[in-house]
Structures are given as structure tokens and as C-alpha cells.
């Protein structure tokens, strides 16, 4: 038996995708800061700094798509009966927080 393959995907508003869009650009601008610091031979604690701030914008992005995600898509599929979407969301929280 051929298992079924699944592919999910989500209507962004223009506004979400800006303000996802934005946050993204500004995150891809602080590594290629991180990798200039990296090629200039910058002092390690300004590099460890600049890598801090990155990933704390990165978890920035995490925690809005997943409010989205909770807010439209988890609500929509809990309110049509789909309950495996709450293990999903489970799933993608356990990851999250490994």
C-alpha cells in the first residue's frame, strides 16, 4: 500500500507575510554581519554578541509564525474536527524547545 503524501500550505495576508518577510531580511542581514565579523578577525566575544542577537531574533520570528499558526490554522482544524493537528502542534513544540 502506497502511503499518501501530504502537503500543507498556508494563505498568508499581505500584512503577515511583510512583517514575517522583514523580520527574515533583518535576521539573513545580522549573519552576513556575523560572517564579516568572522572574515575581519573579530574579537570572539563581539562575534558570540552579534550570534546572541541573531538567534534571539530568529526565536522573534518562531514565536509570531507559530501565534499565526495557533491563531488560523490549529483553530480552523480543531473547529472542522481534524484533532491530529494538536499533536502536530505538540510535535512542533517539543522540537522548538530541544
Do not use: W
Amino acid at each position: 500500500m502506497e502511503k499518501e503524501c501530504c502537503h500543507k500550505t498556508k494563505r498568508r495576508s499581505p500584512e503577515e507575510y511583510k512583517t514575517l518577510a522583514n523580520r527574515l531580511s533583518r535576521i539573513e542581514g545580522q549573519i552576513r554581519g556575523i560572517r564579516g565579523m568572522l572574515d575581519r578577525d573579530a574579537y570572539c566575544p563581539d562575534i558570540l554578541t552579534q550570534a546572541a542577537a541573531a538567534n534571539k531574533a530568529l526565536n522573534a520570528f518562531c514565536r509570531e509564525l507559530l501565534s499565526s499558526h495557533i491563531r488560523s490554522c490549529v483553530v480552523d482544524d480543531v473547529r472542522a474536527g481534524r484533532e491530529d493537528t494538536v499533536e502536530e502542534l505538540l510535535d512542533t513544540l517539543q522540537k522548538l524547545m530541544k
